[in-house]
Structures are given as structure tokens and as C-alpha cells.
């Protein structure tokens, strides 16, 4: 099929070249022309694992190219997808839609055959159904242009993967239209659908729902083990050992039971807070004050590791602090809302010579945080440290062993943000090894 993808940011240049990997003629689209030239020579603008071989693939073959032009885009695609950004907007909860409505304004008026708009994108709920009429109201006379939802869930570190082989499909449709949808989506997906990957056809509200639901349900889930931590710490106990046990439980799990400095990026904090706003402009803000205890706990965690860093400093004014991570998770250069970074500039607005170093964040941190201190390896970033503080639990970081370090830290001091590390390894080698919600 000839399909176009706006929007070339992590979710749009993801999707594009994965849509070329599945067979199809994909056309890029954005306004951004330095993106562009980077993507059209086969680089991509930020990491992820295993995208960049897809993306060069694909513009070998001649399936994958980029534009910003939407009347070619429109030209030449019957089939496109949504995948801009909906970032919070400033001073308030919500999510600032402009750019999503930036696109159909543009696009629907130009399209000149029957055509289907997927928006990929997270949005409050209501609003496909809104763009919806917006697209039909806008379409020229005798063109059908139909819109459906088509949520993303993506994992950083994993997207390849995750579009290539979802765990499940979501397609919201409105059930007043004439029925494209659904099957341009079967289409689209139908390498899919033939590893017999789950297809669930919803109205379109439920389809901007289920994104919604997944990241405060997710979200939930950090935060109700962040907050037993704190139960642990007060009580003595280790939460790692608890998450473990209750992990065992099917109805419960243990994915996303890791105690911790919390959540971050650019999803989860942005979406848990836009669904929360929505909520309250449908008349539903009762049924969701739970999300808020979810992001107070998160926003918690990150002061009580400054708190940590302090204490095992004795004071932070004068001291060397080593920061391992500024991704806000392994594999992945995105430092949105990093409770890594947040965490560095909390300890160096108290005094503390701070030293960073990521193995794959490290432009990004200096762009956002360009008054502390980076180094070119974990060994620099921690020679004459007072603290070692584990932030990102990156496999070289996970590895590491206190021989490593002995000889270039001022203090043996090993401050585990993410329980990732063996505190009886490090305790027997003479460290003082601190954990969130461990002994």
C-alpha cells in the first residue's frame, strides 16, 4: 500500500520505516528539514535500538523516503498515519493538541480520493471523534476522508520490536462512518494478523481509553512499589525481596515492581497528567485522584535520593558527586523529564561538583543540563567521587564490579537509584552500599 507518516519524531520515524520493513511505499512528512535530511541519508535523530538498520534498508530499496510537503504527501497516499507529538502544555495539565490538529487542517483539504486518517499519537479522549468531523468538514466534495484511532505502545528501547510484532493491534473506528477503516487496517497490518497477533476493533473513544488506561495503569504500578519502599525503609525491610514474592502472584507479576527513583520520559508523567485533566473536563476528576497520589509518589523518589546522596555526604557543598545515567531509561537517549538529570541538578543547586556519564545520553544531558559536569566514561566520572549514584540501570552500569572503582573514588560510597547492583557484593568489598527501600 502507499502510505504516509506524519510526523518524523521517535514515534512517526519509527513507524514509518517499520510500515516500508512490512512491504509497503512509505512517505515521511514533516516540517522539520534538518530531520529530514538526517533521516533521508539514513541517520537517525536519536537512539534506538536496531531502527537505524530498518531505516536504511527500506530507503535502499526505494520503499521509504521524506518530504515536507503534504501536497505530495496527499498525491500520494490514500492511507496516513498521525504520529506527532502531544507534549503538556505550559503551566497546565493538559496536553497541547496543536500539532495533531495542525496536521488534518492541512492534510484533509488536499486529499482528492477516498482516503483513511490513522492518528497514532496519545490524546485525550474525544478528540477523534472531534477531528473526525473536522476531516469530513474539510474534504472536497465527493472525496470521503474517514478517521480512525490507532493508539501506539510503544517501549523505548524496544519500538522495532513492538511494531514489528505488537503484543496486541487497537483500532478505534467511528461506527457512523462507511466501515474503510477497519479493513485498510487489516491490510495495513496483515503480516500482522498472520502471526495471529490479537486485532481489537473499538469505537473511537475507547480506543484513545485504552492508551490512556495502559500508561496510568504502568504508572500506577512504579508508584504503588515506590511507595511500599518507603514502608521498607522505615521498617527495616527490603523491597526488592518483597517484589520478588508477590511478583510470583499471576494476578500480579513483577514486571514494573522494580523500587526505584521512579518514572520519567516523555510519555507516561505527560500522559498520567493529561488523562487526569481530561477527566476533570468530562466531569470524571473523582475516578482518577488516585493518578495524582501516583505522581506525587513519583516526584517523591527523586527528592529522598538527594536526601540519601546528602546524608552519605555529610554535606553536599564541596563534594564530588559521580552520576551514572542521564537517559531517563537504558537503551535510549531520551532525557525528557529524566528523573536522572532532575536528580543530578537537585544535588549540584546544593553545592556538589557534579560528574555525568551515559552511555548513549550524553548530547541530549549537555542540551538540557549544560552547567554540569559530563565525563567520557563511568571511571572518569567517578575518579575522586564522594558518592557513586547508579541512576539508569544501563547494562555497563549493572555490570560493574567494586574492583572497578576501588582505586579512583575518594569514598566507597555506592548510592543504587535503581536497585540494579548486589549490595552484599559491594558491602564485602568495604563500600557503604545504599538502596531505595533496602536495609
Not at 544501563?394 to 579512583?408: A, E, S, V
Not at 540494579?420 to 527501600?437: D, F, H, K, M, V
Request: aromatic share 8%.
Amino acid at each position: 500500500m502507499r502510505i504516509a507518516v506524519f510526523g518524523t519524531g521517535y514515534l512517526g520515524a519509527t513507524h514509518a520505516a517499520c510500515m516500508a520493513e512490512l512491504g509497503h511505499d512509505v512517505l515521511g512528512v514533516d516540517v522539520d528539514q534538518s530531520k529530514l535530511a538526517k533521516l533521508q541519508s539514513g541517520e537517525v535523530p536519536f537512539y534506538e535500538p536496531g531502527l537505524e538498520d530498518v531505516l536504511r534498508r527500506n530507503i535502499a530499496a526505494g520503499r521509504l523516503r521524506f518530504t515536507d510537503s503534504y501536497e505530495e504527501a496527499a498525491a500520494f497516499a490514500s492511507v496516513h498515519f498521525i504520529g506527532v507529538g502531544t507534549p503538556q502544555k505550559k503551566g497546565e495539565f493538559a496536553a497541547d493538541l496543536k500539532y495533531v490538529d495542525a496536521v488534518v487542517e492541512t492534510l484533509a483539504p488536499l486529499i482528492t480520493e477516498d482516503s483513511v486518517i490513522f492518528g497514532k499519537s496519545t490524546v485525550p479522549v474525544g478528540t477523534a471523534e472531534r477531528l473526525a468531523a473536522r476531516a469530513s468538514e474539510l474534504a472536497k466534495e465527493g472525496v470521503v476522508v474517514e478517521l480512525a484511532w490507532n493508539p501506539e505502545f510503544l517501549r523505548e528501547g524496544f519500538a522495532v520490536e513492538d511494531t514489528l510484532h505488537p503484543d496486541r493491534l487497537v483500532v478505534g473506528v467511528d461506527r457512523n462512518a462507511d466501515g474503510r477503516a477497519e479493513g485498510v487496517a487489516r491490510e495495513v497490518y496483515a503480516a500482522l494478523l498472520d502471526e495471529e497477533i490479537p486485532f481489537l476493533v473499538t469505537d473511537l473513544a475507547t480506543a484513545e481509553l485504552v492508551k490512556a488506561s495502559a500508561n496510568a495503569f504502568l504508572a500506577t504500578k512504579i508508584s504503588f512499589i515506590n511507595a511500599i519502599s518507603e514502608v521498607c525503609e522505615a521498617a527495616g525491610a527490603d523491597v526488592t525481596q518483597l517484589a520478588d514474592a508477590i511478583g510470583y502472584d499471576a494476578r500480579i507479576g513483577r514486571r514494573f515492581l522494580n523500587a526505584g527513583i521512579g518514572f520519567g520520559g516523555g510519555c507516561l508523567p505527560k500522559d498520567i497528567r493529561a488523562f487526569m485533566a481530561r477527566a476533570g473536563e468530562l466531569g470524571a476528576d473523582e475516578a482518577l485522584t488516585l493518578l495524582r497520589e501516583v505522581d506525587s509518589i513519583n516526584m517523591r523518589r527523586r527528592t529522598k535520593m538527594v536526601e540519601i546522596a546528602r546524608e552519605a555526604c555529610g554535606s553536599l557543598l564541596g563534594a564530588r558527586v559521580a552520576i551514572l545515567g542521564a537517559a531517563f531509561k537504558p537503551d535510549s537517549d531520551d532525557v525528557r523529564d529524566s528523573p536522572a538529570l532532575n536528580v543530578a541538578g537537585q544535588i549540584q543547586l546544593q553545592g556538589a561538583d557534579v560528574n555525568v556519564y551515559d552511555p548513549k545520553a550524553m548530547e541530549n544531558s549537555r542540551a538540557l543540563f549544560p552547567t554540569l559536569g559530563y565525563s567520557t566514561s563511568a571511571r572518569e566520572a567517578c575518579e575522586g567521587a564522594d558518592a557513586v549514584l547508579v541512576l539508569t540501570e544501563w547494562k555497563d552500569f549493572r555490570g560493574l564490579q567494586p574492583k572497578d572503582l576501588d582505586t579512583i573514588v575518594r569514598k566507597r560510597v555506592m548510592i543504587d537509584g535503581r536497585n540494579c547492583l548486589e549490595p552484599e557484593q559491594w558491602r564485602a568489598a568495604g563500600w557503604t552500599y545504599r538502596g531505595l527501600g533496602r536495609p
